[in-house]
């Protein structure tokens, strides 16, 4: 493989430390490169969010050189040949060439290589398939630069192959054609994807997540979304995220008034109430913290809307946070075309919202002999919403009354 041409590697070695890996595992000649999504980022003159590095050395080759010199090195994926080496805090991924052997799945059989093509082959779109030694050369084995100028992703090989081995290129096709793709896409590559959909419920939650939550941050996801659905994609995917409508209301606010969270980019797409939410955050495997959060955008306690008055809005902020708040407006605006300038107010009062203390704690009913349990909770949050309601006026005094009062205690 020749190069193509000169292309300063300093994007990526912008940082020392990923020369640092470099020249530590090329001893005598090229040994290493930077292959894949970094390198087409640095043609483009993006910063890689991941640098990548591959080596025909093999993986016991690698860990010993690095470790000579001095870099931490762990075996991340010894079996596949990758090995993760940390050069002053930041990761870098170093994988021995590969190539396939037999092809299933996520988990194809791979034997070690020294051929670089044949370790491009493998690699899902032409622009992936870059590599970029520290000297500047730059690989191109299959004409990837023009398809990224031109706005193309094709695959490498055969569409239908490279699928049937890895059902989640067709969601990185999607991404990647948001991401990077100009007018219509590729007839065939789409036929390719939608022919193999019905094979993506076989994916695990983690890899569709992280597909997908990247493709909904995209700026074009309302685009790509809508084509995934129109070709069938979705019902296969996330049958429950389909209001694609309000996902494009959502998006136009976002561009008016700043962003939301991208839980509720989610959310926008799900129909109202929480089974939907909870399906999806089920299918993807969303941590705790996320499935909470969107659960709770998709069926919120309480309405935030535009129409609110000042002290239903301060109580609505006080209660679920001015993050949730704001993505519930947004969200709330989205679905009843709700125009940008009429939440523009609430909005800068949820930016500048501090949580207010509350004057009571659970230890001021467990003294007035309410029994330890549930009902000191659900009888302090009954005060604390009396109190918002109110607009924090009432001090601990008032509270304390207020409290007597529920528990029946007459002063
Ligand atoms: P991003 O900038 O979004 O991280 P990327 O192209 O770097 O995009 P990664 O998931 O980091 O994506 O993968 C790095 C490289 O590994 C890709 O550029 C591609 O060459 C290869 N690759 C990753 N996933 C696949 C896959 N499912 N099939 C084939 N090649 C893949
Ligand atoms: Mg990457």
Redesign the pocket.
Known sequence: MEPVRQLDPIGIMAGLPARKVLQSLMRTGQEARF????V??AVIGVE???V?IATPLPPDEVMRRLKADGLRVVPTGIKHGTVTAICEGVPFEITTLRRDVESYGRHAKVEFTDDWLEDAR????TF??LSLSAEGDLYDPFEGLSDLAAGRVVFVGDARERIRE?V??VL?YF?FHARFGKGPPDPDAIAACAEHARLLPTLSGERVREEIL?LLANDRAVQVWRLMLERGIVPHLLPWATDVDRLAALDRLEWMVGEADIMARLAALLPPGDDAARAVAERLRLSNTQRDRLVLLADPPLAVTAELTQTQRRAALQKLGPEIYRDLLMLHAAGHGVPSVEILEPLAEAAAWRHIPFPLKGQDALDRGVPAGPEVGRLVGEVEDWWAARDFRPDRDACLAELDRRIGIVR
Do not use: I, P, S, T
């Not at 292959?35 to 970094?38: A, D, E």
């Open positions: 292959v894949g999504g970094c087409r980022d890689a969010e991941d990548d493998r690699r899902d779109f992936n398939a890895d989640l290129r990185r991404r990247r």
